[in-house]
Nanobody, 120 residues
């Protein structure tokens, strides 16, 4: 079994910064791509950023230049450094990982989510 646990969410003022972290644990052989998604009330879940095992990154246009995704393969963690936060960034942020278990089976896992609220 594999679990992903997010941390770092909270309340921040517009223009502020926040760092989200996600730790994967369990029967992990290898983690391929990892990413962060978010969902605001009344909105569909959207992909925010992804990072491959080799470190290649992609960002949704609305966060490009403000957010930075990174990972530590030795610790099975992925982080999202968020800067210049806007009210529109308010959402529940979910960690996602493509995990290989038992060396051959790949599954998509999701964390429970962490609330990020940007408000003055």
């Amino acid at each position: 079994q594999v679990q992903l646990v997010e941390s770092g969410g909270g309340l921040v003022q517009p223009g502020g910064s926040l760092r989200l972290s996600c730790a994967a644990s369990g029967s992990i052989s290898r983690i391929n791509a990892m990413g962060w998604y978010r969902q605001a009330p009344g909105k569909q879940r959207e992909l925010v950023a992804t990072i491959t095992s080799g470190g290649r990154t992609n960002y949704v246009d609305s966060v490009k230049g403000r957010f930075t995704i990174s990972r530590d393969n030795a610790k099975n963690t992925v982080s999202l450094q968020m800067s210049s936060l806007r009210a529109e960034d308010t959402a529940v942020y979910y960690c996602n990982a493509n995990v290989v278990v038992k060396t051959i089976f790949e599954y998509i896992y999701w964390g429970q989510g962490t609330q990020v609220t940007v408000s003055s």
